[in-house]
C-alpha cells in the first residue's frame, strides 16, 4: 500500500496536506513542515473520534496533543510523533527564529515525513483494527522541482504558487547572509544588486497572490511592504495588508499585529490591551512566539491583570514548542523563582537548550554565570568565547563589551587585555550615543582604565607595536578618560595630526627619535613629562649604549632586557 493511498483512506484533508508535503519536501522543505504540522492536526481529530474536544484545543495543537495523552487515547510514543511534526512544523514557518541554515531545514523535513508516515499506519490500524495492514511503500509521486514552481506562478497565476515560490526567493537572499550578526555584513554591488532583483520578484508574485485573497500571500507582501522594501511610502499599505491577515484568521499575521500594538507602528498606536488580545488569539493556535510573549506579558501584567499560573503555562509552552526565546523566558522565570537545588537545575537546562540554538540572550547569561564561578568545569576562556559571539548580536553586543571590558580591567594583568578593555569601552559608548545605563557604566570605568594605561605606557616604549596600539586607543579619549562618540571623526583628527608632525619634522631636518616631545605635545591625553622621562632613559642606553641581553632593561622594569624590550 502506498502512504498517499494511505493518507486518502485516513481523509481527503489528510491527503491533500500529505501530497502537498511529499511533492515540495525538496524544493521548499519549509513548505513541508508547515503541511506535515496541518497532518498532525487533522491525525488528532482522526484519533479523537467520539471524544468531545476542549473549545481551548480546537486550534491549539499542543492542547490537543496534550488532552489526547491524558484521556489515554495516546500513548507517549504517538505523542513525541505528535511533537515532532509540532515542533518541526513551527520551526519551518520562521526558520530565521530558530536560528537554522538551509539544509537542516531539509532534515527537519524528512524527520518529519518520517514521524507523519508512522502516525498514518498507527492511525489506520485504530479505524480498521479487522484489517489487514500490508507493507507501505513510498509513493512514486513526482516531486515538483522549482522551476514547476515558478512556471505555474509565472504563468498560470496559481495564488499558492505564487507563495511558494515568493517565500522560496526569500529564503534564497538569506543564504547569501551570514548566519549571524546581519549589521556587520556589507553586500557587494553585485550581491546587492542579485538580492534587489530577487526581491523584486517575490514582491511581484507575492502581490498576485494577495490580488487572490490568498491571505498567506497578503501576510508576506504585506511584511515586505512594511519593512520598506518597496519604498517608505508603501509602510502604510504593508501594516494594513497584514491587519487584512490578522482579520481573516492568519496567525502569523496576529501574532505581528500584537507586535504592531505593542510597540507602536507607523499606523497603530501603542496598545497592550490590544497587543494582549492579539497575541492570545496566535497563541490559541500554538504560536510559539506569541506564546513566549503572551508569558511575559502576563507575568508583568501588560494589557490586563498578572496571571503568573498562566504566564509559566504559556512560557513553558513556547520552550517546550523549541522556541529559543521562550526556552529563555522559562529558564528566567524558572531562576529567578528557583528555591531548591532541583529547580535552578531544571531552569539550567532549558538555558543550555537557549544557547544550543545561538539565541544571544541565553549566551549572555551563560557567559556571566561562568565569569561569576556559577558553572563547575567552565573557566573565563569559556565565557570569553561566548562573549565574543554576542559581539556579533545587535541584542547582546553592547553588553558582551561592557562584560569583557570590565574582566579585562579587574581581573586580567596584561597590558593587551588593558588595551582591548578600552577599546571595547569606545565601542559600547559610541554605539549607545553617550546614553542610558551601559553608558554610564562605561564613564564609571574608563577614567581610571585610561589612567592605569597611560601609567604603564612608558615601559612599552621600545616595543613599537604595543606602543602604536596604545598610542591609537588612547587617542580616542579625552584628558578625563572619556571615550570619544564618534571614532571615524577622531580617526579623521588622528590622520591630520600625524600629517602636520610630518610637516614640522621635514621643516627642522630632525629624526622624531631625537625629540620625542614634537610628538606629544600634539597628542596631549598622553602622560607628557613622565613619558619623557621614562623614554630619555630607554634612549640614553639603548640607543647609543649596547645593552647585554642579561642586564637589566633600562626601562627600569627589574626584568632582564632579553625578557623585556629586546625584541
Known sequence: MLDTDLADALSPQIGRHYREALTHIEAVPAHALSQLRACAHLICDSLAKGISLPASAARDLGRKIEYLLQRGVINTSIENLLETLRINGNKGVHPEKFVLAPQQLGELAHESLSAAQRLLEI????????????????????????????????????????YIAGKWLLSKIKEHAPAIDANDYTETIDQMLSNQALREQAIL????????????????????????????????????????????????????????????????????????????????????????????????????????????????????????????????????????????????????????????????????????????????????KLYEQCLHYPETSSKARVELAKHYFYSSREFKHLLIAAALIQECYEREKGEGKLSQECLSISPSLITKIRNELAGFALDHKTFENAFLVLQYFDQNGRPCLNRMTKSREIYNNIMNISKKIRSKNHPIQNDPGILLQNFTNLPTVNFLNHFKNIKEHSLYTKVGRNEKCPCNSGKKYKHCCSG
Open 123 to 162: 492511525c489506520f490500524r485504530r479505524h480498521y483494527p479487522n484489517q489487514i495492514l500490508a507493507k507501505v511503500e513510498n509513493s512514486n509521486l513526482k516531486l515538483i522541482n522549482i522551476q514547476g514552481i515558478i512556471y505555474q506562478a509565472a504563468v498560470e497565476r496559481d495564488p499558492e504558487s505564487c
Open 205 to 384: 508574485w507575492l502581490n498576485h497572490g494577495s490580488s487572490a485573497q490568498h491571505m498567506p500571500s497578503t501576510y508576506e507582501y504585506g511584511q515586505l511592504l512594511a519593512q520598506c522594501f518597496a519604498g517608505e511610502e508603501k509602510i502604510s499599505l504593508g501594516e494594513g495588508l497584514i491587519y487584512k491577515a490578522a482579520q481573516k484568521g492568519h496567525v502569523e499575521a496576529q501574532n505581528q499585529m500584537g507586535a504592531y500594538h505593542l510597540y507602536g507602528s507607523k499606523i497603530f498606536e501603542k496598545d497592550l490591551v490590544e497587543a494582549r488580545k492579539y497575541f492570545e488569539l496566535a497563541a490559541s493556535d500554538d504560536n510559539p512566539m506569541a506564546l513566549a510573549q503572551l508569558g511575559y506579558m502576563y507575568k508583568h501584567g501588560w494589557g490586563g491583570p498578572k496571571d503568573e499560573i498562566a504566564a509559566l503555562e504559556c512560557t513553558k509552552k513556547s520552550a517546550e514548542a523549541g522556541y529559543p526565546q521562550g526556552q529563555y523566558n522559562f529558564f528566567v522565570h524558572l531562576w529567578d523563582d528557583g528555591l531548591s537545588t532541583e529547580q535552578n537545575s531544571t531552569a539550567f537546562s532549558w538555558l543550555q537548550k537557549a544557547v544550543k540554538q545561538n539565541f544571544p540572550e541565553a549566551l549572555l547569561t551563560m557567559a556571566n554565570l561562568i565569569r561569576s564561578n556559577m558553572i563547575n568545569g567552565k573557566n573565563f576562556s569559556d565565557a570569553e
